[in-house]
């Protein structure tokens, strides 16, 4: 039996018959729900039903009266935070200390960089610190701007280097 060899045109139909398939495998509608490779519906997130749509507020920082450092910067930081919005702007040192030693703040343990250079211009950020033991809250004001970290005593006992504003 003599075989004969296909023609082009059966050999294109053929390869035609193996290639449609894959090509329609890639053509299944796919919905922004369906999670890859499943074809099902992606889980929706549960809500609190009794309180649809809304996120629970965290409550606001307090000050913790016999508390470290690491108790105490988000509250300083709020404290701070609050003063800089209310005045929509950097506040002056003095505004800082007077704001943290209002809300628990020891003075004598506190230090505030000035808020003007030695030739009367405005600084860009004050900085401040309260000394807790053997740590420090360490704070930056920049504009409207806090951010807290806790930093440990420096050699000198201090938590900042250079001089403070005078905030007596």
Known sequence: MTRR????????AAVALMIVPLLLAGCTPVTDTDPPGTGL????????????????????????DGGDASDNAPFAQFVVEQLAESHGERPASAQVADVLVANGFDRALLEVTPDRTPLGLPTDVISFAVRFADECIIGEVRGVEV??????????????????ASID
């Open 5 to 12: 060899a296909p023609s082009p045109s059966t050999r294109g």
């Open 41 to 64: 519906p992606a889980p929706t997130a549960t809500v609190n039903p009794t309180a649809p749509g809304t996120v629970p507020d965290e409550p606001d920082p307090e000050f913790v």
């Open 147 to 164: 951010t807290t970290a806790v930093a440990p005593v420096l050699a000198t006992g201090r938590c900042l280097v250079g001089s403070d």
